[in-house]
Protein backbone atom coordinates (compact mmCIF):
# COMPACT_ATOMS: atom_id res chain seq x y z
CA UNK A 1 0.00 0.00 0.00
CA UNK A 2 1.14 3.27 -0.54
CA UNK A 3 1.22 6.27 1.94
CA UNK A 4 -2.46 7.86 1.40
CA UNK A 5 -4.25 4.22 1.44
CA UNK A 6 -2.17 3.44 4.35
CA UNK A 7 -3.13 6.91 6.34
CA UNK A 8 -6.63 6.16 4.86
CA UNK A 9 -7.14 2.96 6.41
CA UNK A 10 -5.57 3.98 9.83
CA UNK A 11 -7.93 7.12 9.56
CA UNK A 12 -11.45 4.89 8.43
CA UNK A 13 -10.08 2.63 11.76
CA UNK A 14 -10.13 5.50 14.13
CA UNK A 15 -13.95 6.69 12.20
CA UNK A 16 -15.19 3.19 13.14
CA UNK A 17 -14.04 3.88 16.33
CA UNK A 18 -15.61 6.84 16.59
CA UNK A 19 -18.85 5.54 15.16
CA UNK A 20 -19.17 2.63 18.14
CA UNK A 21 -17.85 4.94 20.66
CA UNK A 22 -21.91 6.81 20.07
CA UNK A 23 -23.56 3.38 19.66
CA UNK A 24 -23.20 2.13 15.86
CA UNK A 25 -21.76 3.10 12.21
CA UNK A 26 -25.21 2.96 11.34
CA UNK A 27 -26.58 6.18 12.87
CA UNK A 28 -24.17 7.85 10.56
CA UNK A 29 -25.89 8.36 7.22
CA UNK A 30 -22.56 8.97 6.01
CA UNK A 31 -21.27 5.74 6.98
CA UNK A 32 -23.74 4.30 4.70
CA UNK A 33 -22.32 6.76 1.98
CA UNK A 34 -19.00 5.37 2.05
CA UNK A 35 -20.23 1.68 2.71
CA UNK A 36 -22.94 1.52 0.16
CA UNK A 37 -20.87 2.56 -2.96
CA UNK A 38 -22.54 0.94 -6.20
CA UNK A 39 -21.08 1.57 -9.11
CA UNK A 40 -24.48 -0.17 -10.96
CA UNK A 41 -25.99 3.30 -10.05
CA UNK A 42 -23.86 5.51 -12.51
CA UNK A 43 -24.38 3.20 -15.23
CA UNK A 44 -21.21 2.37 -15.84
CA UNK A 45 -18.62 -0.10 -15.96
CA UNK A 46 -16.91 -1.58 -13.20
CA UNK A 47 -15.62 1.33 -10.83
CA UNK A 48 -14.72 -0.12 -7.36
CA UNK A 49 -13.19 2.36 -4.26
CA UNK A 50 -10.43 0.72 -1.72
CA UNK A 51 -12.05 2.97 0.79
CA UNK A 52 -15.14 1.25 0.69
CA UNK A 53 -13.89 -1.98 0.88
CA UNK A 54 -11.56 -0.61 3.53
CA UNK A 55 -14.85 0.31 5.36
CA UNK A 56 -16.88 -2.72 4.54
CA UNK A 57 -13.93 -4.85 6.01
CA UNK A 58 -14.04 -2.80 9.17
CA UNK A 59 -17.35 -2.08 10.37
CA UNK A 60 -19.43 -5.11 8.30
CA UNK A 61 -17.26 -8.34 7.42
CA UNK A 62 -13.82 -7.83 9.94
CA UNK A 63 -13.08 -8.78 13.15
CA UNK A 64 -13.97 -4.92 14.48
CA UNK A 65 -17.27 -5.18 12.90
CA UNK A 66 -20.41 -4.67 14.67
CA UNK A 67 -22.45 -6.33 11.78
CA UNK A 68 -22.11 -10.41 12.47
CA UNK A 69 -23.02 -12.96 9.39
CA UNK A 70 -26.35 -14.69 10.03
CA UNK A 71 -26.36 -18.20 10.72
CA UNK A 72 -27.35 -20.35 7.84
CA UNK A 73 -26.75 -17.10 5.18
CA UNK A 74 -23.67 -16.61 2.90
CA UNK A 75 -24.52 -13.03 2.72
CA UNK A 76 -26.88 -11.31 5.07
CA UNK A 77 -25.51 -9.42 7.80
CA UNK A 78 -27.02 -7.71 11.03
CA UNK A 79 -25.58 -5.02 13.05
CA UNK A 80 -25.44 -6.20 16.84
CA UNK A 81 -26.10 -3.44 18.41
CA UNK A 82 -28.95 -1.51 16.64
CA UNK A 83 -30.53 -4.55 14.16
CA UNK A 84 -29.98 -3.09 10.62
CA UNK A 85 -29.47 -5.98 8.23
CA UNK A 86 -27.34 -5.78 4.55
CA UNK A 87 -26.26 -8.29 2.05
CA UNK A 88 -22.88 -8.81 0.86
CA UNK A 89 -22.61 -9.60 -2.70
CA UNK A 90 -18.81 -9.51 -4.42
CA UNK A 91 -18.56 -10.22 -7.86
CA UNK A 92 -15.34 -10.46 -10.01
CA UNK A 93 -14.74 -8.69 -13.42
CA UNK A 94 -11.19 -10.34 -14.15
CA UNK A 95 -8.68 -11.89 -12.19
CA UNK A 96 -7.70 -8.83 -10.61
CA UNK A 97 -10.62 -6.92 -10.27
CA UNK A 98 -12.91 -8.32 -7.15
CA UNK A 99 -16.10 -5.39 -6.38
CA UNK A 100 -17.76 -5.90 -3.44
CA UNK A 101 -21.00 -4.53 -2.91
CA UNK A 102 -22.59 -3.55 0.71
CA UNK A 103 -26.58 -2.95 0.14
CA UNK A 104 -28.08 -1.87 3.37
CA UNK A 105 -31.48 -1.36 4.38
CA UNK A 106 -32.67 1.68 6.01
CA UNK A 107 -31.12 2.15 9.23
CA UNK A 108 -33.04 1.42 12.65
CA UNK A 109 -30.62 3.36 14.50
CA UNK A 110 -31.52 6.96 15.99
CA UNK A 111 -29.88 9.36 13.46
CA UNK A 112 -26.94 10.81 14.88
CA UNK A 113 -24.28 11.96 12.18
CA UNK A 114 -24.93 14.27 10.05
CA UNK A 115 -27.24 13.50 6.40
CA UNK A 116 -25.32 12.61 3.25
CA UNK A 117 -25.88 15.70 1.78
CA UNK A 118 -22.27 16.28 -0.20
CA UNK A 119 -20.38 14.41 -2.34
CA UNK A 120 -17.55 12.75 -0.18
CA UNK A 121 -14.36 13.86 -0.18
CA UNK A 122 -11.89 11.08 -0.73
CA UNK A 123 -7.97 11.10 -1.28
CA UNK A 124 -8.32 8.81 -4.62
CA UNK A 125 -8.93 5.12 -4.14
CA UNK A 126 -11.08 4.46 -7.22
CA UNK A 127 -10.25 1.81 -9.77
CA UNK A 128 -11.64 0.72 -12.58
CA UNK A 129 -11.25 -0.39 -16.49
CA UNK A 130 -11.92 3.10 -17.73
CA UNK A 131 -10.81 6.57 -16.82
CA UNK A 132 -14.35 7.75 -18.01
CA UNK A 133 -16.63 5.29 -15.72
CA UNK A 134 -14.24 6.51 -13.13
CA UNK A 135 -15.52 10.03 -13.95
CA UNK A 136 -19.09 9.45 -13.91
CA UNK A 137 -18.61 8.74 -10.02
CA UNK A 138 -17.83 12.52 -9.43
CA UNK A 139 -21.38 13.14 -9.10
CA UNK A 140 -20.51 11.11 -5.38
CA UNK A 141 -17.39 10.97 -4.53
CA UNK A 142 -15.24 14.50 -4.58
CA UNK A 143 -11.57 14.82 -4.18
CA UNK A 144 -10.42 15.91 -0.19
CA UNK A 145 -7.65 14.91 2.10
CA UNK A 146 -7.37 12.15 4.42
CA UNK A 147 -8.61 14.43 7.14
CA UNK A 148 -11.37 15.98 5.11
CA UNK A 149 -12.75 12.88 4.38
CA UNK A 150 -12.59 11.72 7.91
CA UNK A 151 -14.09 15.64 9.60
CA UNK A 152 -17.17 14.89 7.13
CA UNK A 153 -17.77 11.25 7.88
CA UNK A 154 -18.03 12.18 11.86
CA UNK A 155 -19.79 15.25 10.94
CA UNK A 156 -22.72 15.34 13.55
CA UNK A 157 -26.52 16.37 13.50
CA UNK A 158 -29.31 17.76 10.86
ZN1 LIG B 1 -26.12 -0.54 13.87
Known amino acids: MNDI ?13 FY ?21 HFGTGPVGCHLTDIMIDLAVTG ?12 EKYRCAVCGTEGTIHSEQFNIHMWITVFKAEPSRARQLGHAADARLPIPGGLYG ?17 VQEMVDYLMEMGG
Do not use: H, N, W
Not at 5 to 17: F, N, P, T, Y
Not at 22 to 38: E, I, M, N, V, Y
Not at 63 to 74: I, M, N, W
Open 129 to 145: FKQEDMDRTSTYFGSGT
Open 5 to 17: AEQSAKALAGVLA
Open 63 to 74: PTATYKLLPGDE
Open 20 to 40: KSKGCPCAFPRFFQLACFDFR
